[in-house]
């Protein structure tokens, strides 16, 4: 029996108050999860670089191309279980993962041994982002107030990579990144009683900060 079982609404510690609407769900996509938050590409090129140089090594040692590329090879079963660990993790991570964006706040539900949910409410919300990746999928940032500084460690990897001082929560690796991006943007404009903007269908960098854009999407990077 799974966690999700005992929610009465999937994503939701419990039903959502009267008047409050639900406008999206999702969870990231594990192979882009894998990739990003937990940098298998990055521990495969080291492995890969290891295994170059072991074999050169071994060629300028004075040994043949056969003992120079079998001397590599004994780091190749090493490498497959480090990456079959990282993406095993990210698998879960992903499975065990339920994004909602409400009219009223986002909830972050994740967890694989001890489930946690956080609602963020719009109203504790500076500024959010978009940054896409390369495979069409995206994450989006929040920048919250201080009162609702959340630890790095308890987020991770739902947390943007570096901000170890003001964590800032972010929803990765999300497949539908646009539709995502603009319900947030609708629902934040909303909330904050103001006209909806474009959102741009770009690659988006940088961070703004015009106070008119605040609880709004914003292009952010890192």
Known sequence: MSDSEFEPVPGLPERLPQGERMLWQGAPHWLSLALTAFRARAVAIYFAILMVWRAASALINGETLRQAIEAALWLAPLALVALAILITVA????????????????????????????????????????????????????????????????????????????????????????????????????????????????????????????????????
């Open 91 to 222: 698998f879960l991570a992903a499975k065990t993962t339920l994004y909602t964006i409400t009219d009223r706040r986002i909830v972050m539900r994740f967890g694989m041994a001890l489930p946690l949910t956080i609602n963020i409410p719009f109203s504790s919300i500076d500024a959010a982002g978009m940054r896409r990746h390369a495979d069409g999928t995206g994450d989006i940032p929040l920048t919250t107030k201080v009162d609702q500084r959340m630890g790095y460690l308890m987020l991770w990897p739902h947390a943007r990579p570096l901000r170890f001082a003001h964590p800032e929560p972010m929803l990765r690796s999300l497949p539908d990144i646009d539709r995502a991006a603009m319900v947030l943007a609708d629902a934040l404009a909303a909330h904050a009683g103001v006209a909806p903007r474009a959102f741009p269908d770009t690659h988006l960098a940088g961070q703004t900060s015009d106070p008119a854009l605040s609880g709004k999407l914003a292009p952010r990077g890192g």
